[in-house]
């Protein structure tokens, strides 16, 4: 049977999944990310540093390796936010494809949001009633309105947890004024954008909310079959912001649960799904393990696909 691997190149980590086609199935064989920090700085340089393209192109070997090794049929690699802004986002994949053979197609939001809608959807089920799906990443934070099967609109705004880190979190351990200062900067942010429709289910996916539900399940080995579907209330995110702000990050990276590396980011991005929640009025949310990389396995290699009636910016 035919394995595949996707690569999904974002603004904070490079995920990597592994996954083999049985007819219309598949069944995963890997599935993990690197927190390599492509867009470190990017916020104010406008282009991506030497040490984040060196660090992110060995990770990038390392992953064709493993590729290699599993004898992976293709290798699909695609760059999001990231890659769409930075001033010298050509030169680093002529570089990457130079070094690893590995081509990245850079995809817009648009696409990005369809093929992490479907990823949800092939998971969770169509369900009734409207559904929000959103991603907190390093770099930007994607929203994804639909109904069913059918997506009928995305937003894709330029926040994510790094930059307000950088701004605002300085002190350390972060002091309630600055965790202040953030949160009203993230929600006057995000009420400039106009959101707030109604919606009858939240849905959150990406690095930020599996950390997130790895934490609140106390997992000491990340377990996908266990956070998807995980339920995050209000208080939960609630105990969780307080616990970081409280810490240092060296002493954030020994809460069990917490990815080392995600240690000095996590404050920001838990502010700013607290804030999605306060602006649609939900005290829970789903939790799905399955994003971008699972969706585009789905439409690249499985043939499925996602109506996109209404479907616009």
Same mark, same amino acid.
Not at 2 to 20: H, Q
Not at 45 to 62: D, H, P, Y
């Given at each position: 049977?035919?394995?595949?691997?996707? =690569?999904?190149?974002?603004? &904070?980590?490079? @995920?990597?999944?592994?996954?083999?086609?049985?007819? #219309? &199935? =598949?069944? !995963?064989?890997?599935? #993990?990310? &690197?927190?390599?920090? =492509?867009?470190?700085? =990017?916020?104010? +340089? *406008?282009?991506?540093?030497?040490? /984040?393209?060196?660090?992110?192109?060995?990770?990038? #070997? &390392?992953?064709?390796? +493993? /590729?290699?090794?599993?004898?992976? @049929?293709?290798?699909?690699?695609?760059?999001?936010?990231?890659l769409r802004a930075a001033g010298n986002a050509a030169d680093f994949i002529e570089r990457v494809k130079l070094e690893t053979g590995i081509e990245i197609e850079v995809i817009d939001g648009r696409e990005e949001a369809r093929l992490s809608y479907l990823a949800v959807q092939s998971t969770l089920g169509d369900g009734s009633g409207k559904v929000l799906v959103f991603d907190t990443g390093g770099g930007s934070t994607e929203f994804i309105l639909g109904e069913g099967r059918q997506l009928q609109q995305r937003f894709s705004l330029n926040i994510g947890a790094v930059h307000p880190t950088e701004e605002f979190l300085v002190s350390d351990p972060v002091t309630q004024a600055e965790l202040?200062?953030?949160?009203?900067?993230? $929600?006057?942010?995000?009420?400039?954008?106009?959101?707030?429709? @109604?919606?009858?289910?939240?849905? %959150? !996916? %990406?690095?930020?909310?599996?950390?997130?539900?790895?934490?609140m399940h106390k997992l000491a080995v990340y377990d996908p079959e266990i956070v998807q579907g995980s339920i995050m209330t209000r208080q939960e995110l609630l105990r969780q912001m307080d616990l970081y702000r409280s810490l240092t990050i060296a002493e954030r990276r020994e809460i069990t649960g917490l990815q080392a590396k995600r240690a000095d980011i996590i404050l920001a991005g838990t502010g700013i799904v607290k804030i999605i929640m306060d602006l649609y009025g939900k005290d829970k949310f789903t939790i799905?393990?399955?994003?971008?990389?699972? *969706?585009?396995?789905?439409?690249?290699?499985? $043939?499925?696909?996602?109506?996109? *009636?209404?479907?616009?910016?």
């Amino acid at each position: 049977m035919p394995r595949y691997v996707i =690569l999904d190149i974002g603004t &904070n980590s490079i @995920k990597f999944y592994l996954a083999e086609i049985a007819g #219309k &199935n =598949l069944q !995963v064989i890997q599935d #993990k990310n &690197n927190i390599t920090r =492509l867009g470190e700085g =990017l916020q104010k +340089t *406008g282009v991506i540093s030497e040490e /984040a393209i060196t660090r992110n192109l060995q990770a990038l #070997k &390392n992953f064709r390796n +493993t /590729a290699l090794e599993n004898d992976a @049929k293709a290798i699909t690699a695609v760059g999001t936010m990231c890659l769409r802004a930075a001033g010298n986002a050509a030169d680093f994949i002529e570089r990457v494809k130079l070094e690893t053979g590995i081509e990245i197609e850079v995809i817009d939001g648009r696409e990005e949001a369809r093929l992490s809608y479907l990823a949800v959807q092939s998971t969770l089920g169509d369900g009734s009633g409207k559904v929000l799906v959103f991603d907190t990443g390093g770099g930007s934070t994607e929203f994804i309105l639909g109904e069913g099967r059918q997506l009928q609109q995305r937003f894709s705004l330029n926040i994510g947890a790094v930059h307000p880190t950088e701004e605002f979190l300085v002190s350390d351990p972060v002091t309630q004024a600055e965790l202040d200062a953030m949160l009203y900067f993230i $929600s006057d942010f995000f009420r400039e954008h106009d959101l707030g429709e @109604k919606i009858d289910y939240l849905v %959150g !996916v %990406g690095g930020t909310v599996t950390t997130m539900a790895s934490v609140m399940h106390k997992l000491a080995v990340y377990d996908p079959e266990i956070v998807q579907g995980s339920i995050m209330t209000r208080q939960e995110l609630l105990r969780q912001m307080d616990l970081y702000r409280s810490l240092t990050i060296a002493e954030r990276r020994e809460i069990t649960g917490l990815q080392a590396k995600r240690a000095d980011i996590i404050l920001a991005g838990t502010g700013i799904v607290k804030i999605i929640m306060d602006l649609y009025g939900k005290d829970k949310f789903t939790i799905s393990d399955r994003g971008l990389r699972h *969706g585009l396995m789905i439409d690249r290699y499985l $043939s499925q696909s996602v109506t996109a *009636g209404g479907y616009g910016d």
